[in-house]
């Protein structure tokens, strides 16, 4: 199993930020279709946004879009969330790992294994 470090989760009131961080531990992260997910408390886990391998496709769930941005940097081995007016629904653990294809529509993905994640709280 390729192993993540998920970062950069905290406490933040509506309307906050946070950026977080997904970097790859012991391989690197360059030939892989990378995605975030969260799991809010009492739900499944849900993709939130993808990011191809080469071409930089993205894909974001529509209640993220024009909120979320994901990108990779493969020189730092991280790809990063950056999560712009937070809203108090986006509270979750956020995790990182690889995906199986991302297309615009959609990200196809198997995982049944999960890192620590951070956690994201937002709320007044």
């Known amino acids: 199993q390729l192993q993540f470090v998920e970062s950069g989760g905290g406490l933040v009131q509506p309307g906050g930020s946070l950026r977080l961080s997904c970097a790859a531990s012991g391989f690197t992260l360059d030939y892989w279709p990378i995605g975030w997910f969260r799991q809010a408390p009492g739900k499944e886990h849900e993709g939130v946004s993808c990011?191809?391998?080469?071409?930089?496709?993205?894909y974001y769930k529509d209640s993220v879009k024009d909120r979320f941005t994901i990108s990779r940097d493969n020189a730092m081995n991280t790809v990063y969330l950056v999560m712009n007016n937070l809203k108090p629904e986006d509270t979750a653990v956020y995790y990182c790992g690889e995906v199986l294809t991302v297309k615009p529509g959609s990200c196809v993905y198997d995982r049944d294994y999960w890192g620590k994640g951070t956690l994201v709280t937002v709320s007044s």
């Open positions: 990011i191809s391998s080469r071409d930089g496709t993205t």
